[in-house]
């Protein structure tokens, strides 16, 4: 894998420091030894064999048929019969949806009684309401799963990374619930891959990133540090432009409708702490604590202006633009106070940022082991070790951004030079 870790030097006129300059060594010891592109093939090629005799397993049982079962998947299926329907605001009334839920799955003792998404999600799993419950399974999990798949490529292209994002625990658990942790992951990857060369295409991605709005809080204040104005334009263009059509699409009611829903969904979020308890972000965390609602929103939103100001600090400064995106991408997550385990597959899209810049630039020593320990901590996913995750990663690159920057002051305490 000695070819992974050549240095070029960057372009004077792009204002990015060369690796020289940022003094980064490939690392050296048993981390070159163990992570060489041939032994993550093997080690990722053998988990990945693994969950597909598991997803195999289920399959061939009753994981697709929804009779008597309660999956996350249920109500985006059922989200596009009320699409196809004469009136699909009714996929906010909580009765209404609820009924439908009973008569597709069956009895009670299922939390899966409510839509509290935008009405602009219903774009994406129309489609699916034209197809029976099991086809429109393995079509949603199929398309989603390319466009995830196709976003880690565009950031490294290369096989390995491609089965190296499949490994992440939180894809498992999203293709076993059937949810849209992949769609969110892919739109991410997507706008940030293109954020530079084709901003334009970065803002449409981030235009459909709205149906997940709570993942796209800091993009706006990153493309403003930057000044990156095309983004802005179309991303903003695109937000209102997708959320006009659905208006246009399935009656004005469904924005009313939506809004009403949620309001009363995030009243019970902060009432019960039992139905905190799948999520992972700190908000989450500190609910299923049973530390109160005031106290555990004052906290999280304390967290979310650090990380706002961070990235923001991080996107004014000449750095490489995947170590920026990589800021970016994983403070969405930390920022977040509804995060739930399949979302935690943005992660991916944040460490391939990582890597690709440790592939152009060199790693640090310890660098790879940490992004190798969060891999495995992602397995228990519980208690806060999530939140812990996002922001050890989000520690790695805010360590890369200072070791440039103090390079480029000239008060780089002897960093050794990179290997060519």
Known sequence: MSH???????????GRQSPRALGITSGRGIENRLFTEQRLL?????????????????????????DGTCRD???????????????????????????????????????LEHLDYPPTLLFFTYPLGLMPYSTAFAMWMVATLLLYLAAVYAIIPRPVAVIAAVTLHPVLINFLLGHDGFLTAGLIGLALAFVERRPWLSGIFLGLLTYKPQFGILFPFALLASRNWRALLSATAMSVMFGATAAIAFGYQVWPSFIGALLERAWSLNQDRGLNEPLVSIFGFLRSAGVSAHISWTVQLTVTAIVAVTVCALWTRPLSHSLKA??????????????????????????????ADGLSH??????????????????????????????ALLVLVVRRALLCQADALGTAPGLPEPVV
């Not at 992974?4 to 792009?14: H, L, N």
């Not at 906010?92 to 009895?107: E, T």
């Open 4 to 14: 992974a870790f050549k240095y070029r030097r960057a372009d004077a006129k792009s």
């Open 42 to 66: 093997v080690y990722g090629s053998t988990v990945v064999v693994a969950y597909a005799i598991l997803a195999w397993l289920l399959i061939r049982t009753e994981w697709i048929n929804p």
């Open 73 to 111: 998947f249920t109500w985006i299926w059922l989200s596009s019969k009320f699409a196809l329907s004469s009136a699909p605001a009714q996929a906010y009334d909580y009765s209404v949806f609820s009924a439908a839920r009973a008569a597709l799955v069956g009895p009670p003792n299922c939390i």
């Open 326 to 355: 990589a800021a970016l991408c994983v403070g969405s997550l930390i920022a977040s106070p509804h995060v739930i385990s399949y979302d935690l597959c943005i992660l991916s899209i944040g460490v391939a940022l990582l890597v």
């Open 362 to 391: 060199g790693f640090l020593p310890g660098e790879r082991t940490v992004m190798l320990t969060c891999w495995a901590g992602l397995i228990p996913l519980t208690g806060p070790i999530p939140a812990i995750i996002c922001v």
